[in-house]
Nanobody, 128 residues
Framework: QVQLVESGGGSVQAGGSLRLSCAAS????????MAWFRQVPGKEREGVAG????????RYVDSVKGRFTITRDNVKNMLYLQMNSLKPEDTAMYYC?????????????????????WGRGTQVTVSS
């Protein structure tokens, strides 16, 4: 099992940047596919970015491509999301999530189903 704790959220003006971090504890971090999701009240939780257990194969939802970068450090058991050129529509609670790498496909990598472990989230607010 793995426990996840997010940090780095905050309030920023449009065009600004934030870097989210997710600290993982427990065993087998390097066997998990990791992802960032976000959710606003009244809407479905949306997959934003995902990364393979070895650090390759990053995937992004179209709305953040070219602005967000997901990375991981398997020595420090950390996951990151660098968010640049932030827009008001990026405002949401951001969650870190993990699932075993087996069973992940390009079609399901950013789908909520299949993710076994979740953090409690960190709030990102972007003002115009």
């Amino acid at each position: 099992q793995v426990q996840l704790v997010e940090s780095g959220g905050g309030s920023v003006q449009a065009g600004g940047s934030l870097r989210l971090s997710c600290a993982a504890s427990g065993s087998g971090y390097d066997t998990y596919y990791m992802a960032w999701f976000r959710q606003v009240p009244g809407k479905e939780r949306e997959g934003v970015a995902g990364i393979g257990h070895g650090g390759a194969g990053a995937r992004y939802v179209d709305s953040v491509k070219g602005r967000f970068t997901i990375t991981r450090d398997n020595v420090k058991n950390m996951l990151y999301l660098q968010m640049n050129s932030l827009k008001p529509e990026d405002t949401a609670m951001y969650y870190c999530a993990a699932r075993h790498w087996r069973g992940v496909t390009p079609n399901n990598a950013l789908s909520r189903g299949g993710y076994e472990f979740w953090g409690r989230g960190t709030q990102v607010t972007v003002s115009s």
